[in-house]
């Protein structure tokens, strides 16, 4: 669904990537917003003449230029969920666990298709919201010493977007989640160390939270996420990745660089699926491990393995862009992810010979790789994409030590194109016979199912 | 055409690149002088008998890197010394009393010995360099954590036949492995945790720690040390030692079983003058991951995220030859190390500076090619602490990945010593450069009270706070019913002595009642009678805390402190033994002992145009020091000549803030 709105964008949005000229993505990007155009131009006008800062104009551009990738609820009907979540969460004669079974229950009988009805943000951003978002994380980003070291192409994707993830709702969290975990922020103890460094108020932020939260992991299936500012700062279950999430929300509305880290399967041991990350006053990312209970940049999962890592971004990723327009098979890929494998796990770009036999059957040059992973129902998970070059599968950035597989659109479906293998640490590619993948002592190479 | 030019270009520059190698290989034989048959023994080996190609060009690199790696000349003497170390060694009362035994004997028997020392080039064996060869190849190629590591990885991580100078030229590839795997060796072979070299460097560091502590050791800092203990029996018995001492043993562990491990080290911490070392390892997934306190805790604990840093560079085998031509070419030589690489942006945001030198300054030097980058440390007073070389060009000193949030100096040698040649500057955490100058004609001053010699961290100024609330109250009871509150702590400010009003009548028992939640804490507690004598009688506290806390709130020390297990309801005082009239009391919050001291003498600086200029010097009468025309936006910094080694330079602004460098 959220692709079907984004096809009819893709030619307009093509000619963006491929010319890459800013005035130009603007103005195709200023063509998908329909009758919400104006607003989006008076945000461009007013970083002209009202407030003519030219790096505002810069990141509003940014901002408007990214919209197509983006979408909400469309309709009103989430309001009435939140509302009712809300309730629910105000009642502290329940425990979390029948907090999460009632908005569950409400969720399976009323709310069930929300998620399908979605609308791009361009078409229903308001101009005061955006200029709002602009100028907080703007003013944040240039007077607070902990996020002077911050540049500008770091704060456009760690600082300014107007919302962490997708369908969150368009409301004041940078305020919001202020006020409920910030209140460090207003008498903090100065001295000369930890004062005002981004992992001094990153630590404090983060303390606050998990003690204001009242935190607790339930990791069944819930109802819709509590997407809303208010909501997430009365969270009282969740799992790991809504905590980080809500992590990432505290972090930007305090003006500390951030972005959610997660991986498209599951851990091979017992590790988070998704972890926020903070640039340090050393320029690092550091990383959080579990959600926020565990110190920022204090080790990270030793020996977890995995086919890849992405980074929810607000920028396009061209590459995807580039996939959607060409594809003949769509896979539902979304589009402001980043590949940032590299920088968690050892990594090989893989060329694998594809057999003349199977690649006259193919229809597409884009290819698949799925990781095995531990399911009977579903023991493949497609984790990227690649195309192939001079008879070859090509894919980038692969995680070692994966038992990974290459798939291929024959035109109606997707078919495997080579043998499943084995991606060795010492970059070793070793194919195993497809009806011994669930066998047992293949599971050493398998990630669990998300 | 078109096509061949690039392929021209790349058989040139392989050409070049060869023949580069090959002139360092050439250069190492000749420095080699009667022992060049010994190096070509090595390389006829690996062309003729093991014709391995990989081998042939570990030895070719280990060969051509030679010449920058030394020994000492008397083997007969150091092995003696080590003889008498191991005699030693988990012996005596303490690993205190082996440090100061061996120190006795290092400064009566060997003093002569650090100096004479010869580069390996000269005396390594082919034997030798054969089988270290050898079994680091076999280290690499058949242990599961080690087989994916590339060549470059091998040769940089695991390959140099010794992890430090001076090193022994031993067997520590055979024995170390054994001392060493007792845990290791139980792994099973399909155990991918902890056959991965996260894990397996994770056993092996725990058994170092436990080995070592089975016979008594401990990190020792401070003091000095005889001849260091760098041969692999000794590092089995060592039981003492600093930082790079543990790091450098473990490092030797660790490449022995085919474990990648290097060192890092920072020359001194952005802030103190204090360096480290600390091992460093590239994990299965690829990422470097460094250690923070030498061999005690796991590897991956965040790394010291408060400290400021420089530069840290990485002790390698392979010469910098960067560093070389300095060395070869510059008229002033400090003395850098040949053999470290610049990683100082693995650990901090870097910036390549280019500083402006004014032409005056520019004139008055005698090398007009390389110039230094210093900060501030402290020796006794502020000296500026070389960290690195740069280049002159235009006008302009050229630095290259300088660590972030630092002050920084630049030097130039006038023919007789290096000078600053431009006002010391700041590197923001933004990479903006900003100069201290102080301006004479057009310099604005402040009038102020200093309170501390050194940066404080939260710790300190947490625990100051957890006076405020305290009352000084007295009792005709010892269990303080009755209790009458003469002052109530509302500043962490408090002055060195507060005289006490309403002390109408005399009372026999006297506290200082601590706020709850502070668990009791302060440093020093002090009563004086109406003429200002220290009343000294017998101290009292609440029933949980024991006779030693009570001491330790009386004893004078301001680094020792009254603490109790419990949060609420302290309390410590005297019994006067009859009722008295206390005139005043002092009482000093725990600290780390930087702040302004009474009675200590004190004299407080300024920078201008290379001299550090004094703005008055006093005896602290009270624990602030009052000075009435401090600079603005000037580097000051505050000597205490009484004791303390914990000085930084600091900058008042506007504001009356005061900035720490």
């Not at chain 2, 625990?463 to 500043?491: N, V």
Request: proline fraction near 5%; charged fraction near 25%.
């Amino acid at each position: 669904m959220k692709n079907r709105n984004l096809i009819p964008l893709v030619f307009m949005v093509c000619i963006h990537l491929a010319g890459c000229h800013k005035d130009f993505s603007v103005k195709v990007s200023l063509a998908t917003a329909g009758s919400n155009r104006p607003e989006l131009e008076s945000v461009l006008e007013h970083y002209r003449t009202a407030d003519p800062n030219p790096q505002k104009l810069q990141a509003a551009e940014f901002l408007i230029s990214n919209l197509p990738a983006h979408y909400s609820y469309s309709g009103p009907q989430i309001y009435e969920y939140y509302d009712y979540a809300s309730r629910i969460l105000a009642d502290t004669t329940l425990t979390p666990e029948q907090h999460r079974d009632s908005l569950l229950a409400i969720t399976c009988a009323r709310y069930a298709d929300l998620p399908l009805h979605t609308v791009p943000d361009a078409q229903i951003i308001r101009s005061d919201y955006l200029i709002y978002n602009i100028d907080k994380s703007y003013s944040q980003w240039t007077t607070c010493p902990w996020s002077s070291q911050v540049s500008f192409d770091e704060y456009l994707e760690w600082m300014l977007p107007y919302k962490a993830v997708e369908l969150q709702e368009l409301d004041c969290w940078r305020d919001t989640l202020l006020a409920y975990f910030g209140k460090g922020l207003e008498h903090p103890i100065k001295n000369d160390v930890e004062y005002n460094t981004t992992m001094g108020v990153a630590d404090m932020l983060r303390n606050d939270t998990y003690n204001g939260l009242h935190r607790y992991g339930l990791y069944t299936r819930s109802g819709l996420p509590l997407l809303s500012s208010h909501l997430l700062a009365h969270q009282s279950y969740g799992d790991i990745p809504d905590y980080a999430r809500t992590a990432v929300l505290v972090m930007r509305s305090a003006g500390i660089p951030a972005v959610l880290d997660e991986t498209p399967v599951g851990s091979r041991g017992t590790a988070a699926t998704s972890w926020f990350v903070i640039l340090s006053d050393r320029g690092q990312e550091l990383t959080s491990e579990w959600d926020l209970s565990t110190q920022i940049g204090g080790g990270f999962f030793p020996y977890e393995r995995g086919p890849k890592v992405y980074r929810n971004t607000y920028a396009i990723n061209p590459e995807r862009w580039e996939y959607l327009k060409k594809a003949k098979y769509h896979y539902p890929f979304e589009l402001g992810k980043k590949d940032v494998t590299v920088r968690y796990f050892l990594t090989s770009n893989l060329e694998l010979p594809i057999e003349r036999s199977v690649r006259k059957h193919l229809k597409d040059r884009f290819v698949y790789i799925a990781s095995a992973v531990r399911s009977e129902d579903t023991p493949w998970q497609i984790v990227d994409f690649g195309k192939i070059i001079h008879g070859k599968a090509c894919f980038r950035n692969m995680g070692r030590e994966v038992l990974y597989m290459a798939l291929g659109y024959d035109g109606k479906k997707l078919i495997p194109i080579t043998a499943p293998f084995i991606l060795h640490k010492d970059q070793g590619i070793e194919y195993v016979k497809p009806d011994t993948v669930q066998s047992p002592s293949l599971d050493r190479w398998k990630n669990n199912s998300l | 055409m078109k096509s061949i030019i690039p392929i021209a270009l790349t058989i040139l520059l392989s050409v070049i690149s060869c023949t580069r190698e090959d002139m360092y290989l050439y250069y190492a034989l000749k420095a080699a002088g009667g022992n060049k048959e010994e190096l070509k023994t090595v390389l006829r080996h690996y062309r003729k008998e093991d014709r391995d190609p990989l081998k042939l060009k570990a030895a070719r690199y280990l060969i051509s890197n030679m010449p920058a790696h030394y020994s000492y000349r008397d083997t007969a003497a150091i092995d003696s010394y080590y003889g008498k170390a191991l005699e030693i060694l988990g012996t005596g009362p303490s690993p205190d009393w082996q440090r100061d035994t061996l120190r006795q004997i290092s400064d009566s028997e060997y003093a002569w010995l650090s100096n004479d020392i010869v580069s390996d080039i000269e005396v390594v064996s082919a034997d030798y360099l054969i089988d270290n060869i050898d079994r680091a190849f076999h280290e690499w190629r058949t242990r599961p954590w080690a087989r994916h590591l590339s060549y470059d990885e091998f040769r940089d991580w695991i390959l140099p036949y010794k992890v430090t100078e001076q090193q022994s030229l031993d067997d520590w590839r055979t024995v170390l492995p054994v001392h060493y795997s007792d845990s290791i060796s139980t792994v099973p072979p399909d155990d991918v945790e902890r056959n991965s070299i996260y894990g397996a460097i994770e056993i092996v560091r725990n058994e170092i720690h436990s080995k070592q502590s089975e016979i008594g050791h401990r990190v020792i800092w401070e003091d000095r040390s005889g001849i260091p203990l760098r041969s692999a029996r000794t590092w089995m018995r060592m039981t003492y030692g600093t930082c790079m001492d543990y790091v450098t043993m473990g490092t030797a562990v660790f490449r022995s079983m085919g474990l990648p491990a290097a060192i890092d080290q920072v020359p001194s911490w952005g802030r103190n003058g204090d360096g480290h070392s600390w091992y460093v390892f590239p994990d299965d997934r690829g990422r470097e991951q460094a250690t923070i306190n030498s061999l005690i805790v796991s590897a991956g604990m965040q790394f010291y995220p408060y400290e400021r840093i420089p530069k840290v560079w990485r002790n390698t085998y392979s010469i910098n030859r960067k560093t070389a031509r300095y060395l070869n070419s510059a008229r002033y030589v400090y003395p850098f190390n040949l053999c470290q690489k610049d990683v100082t942006e693995h650990y901090n945001l870097t910036r390549d500076l280019e500083i402006d030198i004014p032409r005056e300054r520019l004139s008055e030097l005698k090398d007009k090619r390389y110039v230094y980058i210093a900060m501030i440390a402290n020796s006794q007073g502020p000296e500026w602490k070389i960290l690195d070389y740069g280049t002159l060009g235009r006008g302009k000193a050229h630095f290259r990945n300088m660590g972030c949030n630092m002050l920084y100096v630049v030097l130039g040698y006038n023919g007789s010593e290096l000078i600053p040649v431009c006002d010391p500057f700041t590197l923001g955490k933004d990479g903006k450069i900003s100069y201290i100058h102080y301006d004479q004609d057009n310099a604005r001053y402040t009038c102020m009270g200093l309170r501390r010699k050194y940066y404080e961290s939260y710790n300190v100024v947490e625990q100051r706070r957890k006076i405020l609330g305290g009352m000084i109250q007295c009792s005709d009871h010892a269990d303080f019913c009755h209790a009458r509150t003469l002052y109530t702590i509302d500043t962490t400010a408090i002055p060195a002595r507060v005289e006490l009003r309403d002390t109408d009548r005399a009372y026999r028992y006297w506290r200082y009642l601590s706020p709850n939640g502070s668990w009791g804490n302060i440093s020093e507690l002090a009563f004086y009678d109406k003429d200002g004598n220290k009343l000294d009688y017998r101290g009292i506290a609440n029933p949980e805390a024991g006779q030693d806390a009570i001491e330790r709130a009386f004893d004078g020390n301001l680094l020792s402190n009254f603490e109790i297990n419990q949060p609420d309801g302290n309390w410590v005082g005297m019994d006067m033994g009859k009722p008295i009239k206390v005139g005043s009391f002092s009482i000093s919050p725990r600290s780390d002992d930087n702040d302004v001291c009474p009675g200590n003498e004190y004299e407080l600086y300024f920078y201008n145009n290379r001299e550090w200029v004094s703005l008055g010097y006093r005896s602290a009468q009270d624990n602030c020091l009052d000075y009435d025309s401090i600079p603005l936006n000037t580097l000051l910094w505050l000597r205490n000549y009484t004791r303390g080694n914990d000085e930084r330079p600091f900058v008042v602004h506007e504001t009356g803030e005061l900035e720490w460098w």
